[in-house]
Nanobody
Framework: EVQLVESGGGLVQAGGSLRLSCAAS????????IGWFRQAPGKEREGVSCISSSDGSTYYADSVKGRFTISSDNAKNTVYLQMNSLKPEDTAVYYC???????????????WGQGTQVTVSS
């Protein structure tokens, strides 16, 4: 059974940091890209960052470049999203997803986690 489990969300003040984790199981981790998406209330889900588990290639949305860092621990089948200098507009439910292509597009991803809430207060 494929599982993606996010953790690490919470409430933080603007300027603070959080590290999200995505623990994957049930598929060959090295064959997949892992993406982080987020959905704020009333908005569409958007791609934030993604990483190829095979070669470490990464992508960042312009809105998070320089503030967020994605990394992968293939031995633990876990992807991390380090979020620094958080802003109120980063408030959203953050989801991780697994797909066979490195992409910021939702439809490229086959498996999804349940999401974790990130709230940034001003």
């Amino acid at each position: 059974e494929v599982q993606l489990v996010e953790s690490g969300g919470g409430l933080v003040q603007a300027g603070g940091s959080l590290r999200l984790s995505c623990a994957a199981s049930g598929f060959t981790f090295d064959d997949y890209a892992i993406g982080w998406f987020r959905q704020a209330p009333g908005k569409e889900r958007e791609g934030v960052s993604c990483i190829s588990s095979s070669d470490g290639s990464t992508y960042y949305a312009d809105s998070v470049k320089g503030r967020f860092t994605i990394s992968s621990d293939n031995a633990k089948n876990t992807v991390y999203l380090q979020m620094n200098s958080l802003k109120p507009e980063d408030t959203a439910v953050y989801y991780c997803a697994a797909g066979t292509e490195l992409s910021h597009l939702e439809y490229e991803y086959n498996y999804w986690g349940q999401g974790t809430q990130v709230t940034v207060s001003s």
